[in-house]
């Protein structure tokens, strides 16, 4: 090899080494973007008044996030039944941190018994857009993808392996 194609074949390895390097910084942060927050609920009622009590973690260590809006829907998502703008609108979720009992939830309008409670979606909305659909017999968890279901599993371990720093 010439002294030039020794240089062109450097410059070529760094390029994609540069490229692998940011492909990686990537799929890190979406990794940890996608398992960032997750929520659940259970139901509640007082007398025929239907509520949700949901149990919201922000598991990451720097990022707050703030709560818009909670969507039900029947469906699929196809039939809506009521969107809540009050109840949890400019709540903060700070890094780290478990909110759910604190929220006073307004009673859904409309469903007065168990069982239209328990086929009910429930859509919790971040105020950056990103949407968190819950849905399933009593208790609801998140509806995730496999790659997700992954992701989460992945998390867990790495936290479970982790060495706490403090």
Excluded: H
């Excluded at 609108?89 to 168990?114: N, Y």
């Excluded at 819950?134 to 371990?157: C, E, N, T």
């Amino acid at each position: 090899m010439t002294f030039w194609d020794e240089v062109l074949a450097i410059f070529i390895g760094d390029i994609f080494a540069s490229l692998l390097l940011i492909l990686s910084y990537a799929l890190i942060q979406w990794f940890l973007r996608a398992t960032d927050v997750t929520v659940s609920y259970n139901w509640s009622f007082t007398g025929p008044n239907f509520f949700p009590n949901f149990d919201i973690r922000n598991r990451s260590g720097s990022r707050a996030y703030l709560l818009a809006n909670i969507a039900y829907t029947r469906n699929d998502g196809r039939e809506k039944v009521w969107f809540d703008n009050d109840s949890i609108w400019d709540e903060e979720l700070p890094p780290g941190s478990i909110r759910g009992r604190k929220f006073k939830i307004a009673t859904v309008k409309g469903v007065t018994t168990a069982q239209e409670a328990m086929n009910l979606e429930v859509t919790v909305r971040l105020q950056n857009g990103r949407a968190f659909w819950l849905r399933g017999k009593g208790p609801g968890q998140m509806k995730i993808s496999r790659i997700q279901r992954i992701a989460f599993w992945l998390r867990d371990r790495f936290e479970k392996a982790a060495i706490p720093l403090e």
